[in-house]
């Protein structure tokens, strides 16, 4: 099958596409074959081995796909022939993948495959952050930086399908379109988002910020909450880890969450399904409807791995495999 290799750790323009054995069908995996890849920020800092996870060289990048089930374990609930979505953690960047059954997701007939690969990484993680670690309530605001990203898109759309009022942070002009297309009440530039946030709530402050970009704006967005606010850490496509001061969190009542999806559902395997089964009204009713940016052919792994390294994304990135 083809397959992208990450063979050193020289970045994104140094991965390439080989010829790689198709992944035998264990006792325990479903075996599929994909029709698109999503790309994700930690396919990024793996090319470089900076992600947290170190992987053997060469291996398949690729957190997540959608594509159809060729093979399952009995009792499963899977078939031969299914439309699926799938988070496998590595190896979908390749025209088959295995994944255990715990992360394959049937897909409603009204999502296509495009969008079912924006799904896993971003909407799962952005729920688990919004519902579990932030508590968000209907009639709450909700700060979303990186609007116009993979995760920031999902953050908004989710954000406003449970009702919440949505103020989008996005770094250039141009992305203010996306982020209103995911569904932002308002839009704001990243250079100016406390002042915005100030005039927008008539001083009170957001209730709760979504972040996952770090760096020079998490300061920002803790003076930017209200009283008892929380602040999700996702990530930091920033660069720069920040630091927190204590006592600004002792002063106002603050909460700074992190948002650590993955190493939750190792502890608890069942919630992912658990998480799709919340979602699934949701996208049957289209309320969910990923945002998506610019697609690339498999051969083109590189360029779209740019796309986020550069901060160019408008929407969730593509990988067309079949």
Known sequence: MRAIHVTNLKGPASIEVVEADEPTAGAESVVIDVHVA??????????????????????????????TVRSAPSGSGLTAGQRVAAFPGIGGYAEQVAARPEVVFPLPDNVSFPAGAALPMNYLTVHFGLVRRGRLKPGETVLVHGAAGGVGTAGVQLAAALGARVIAV?????????????????????????????????????DLVVDPVGGDRFAGSLRSLAHEGRLLVIGFTGGDIPQVRVDTLLFRNLDVSGVGWGAFRAEQPSYPQEQWAELLPLLRAGKLQPVLGRRFPLEQASQALLELDQRRARGKVLLDVR
């Open 38 to 67: 999503g790309v994700a920020f930690p396919e990024v800092l793996q090319s470089r081995g900076a992600y947290h996870v170190q992987r053997a060289l060469p291996f398949i990048p690729g957190t997540e796909v959608a594509g």
């Open 170 to 206: 996005v770094s250039e002009p141009d992305k203010a379109a996306t982020a209103k297309a995911a569904g932002a009440d308002e839009v704001v530039l990243a250079d100016s988002f406390e002042d915005e946030v100030r005039k927008l709530t008539g001083d009170r402050g957001v």
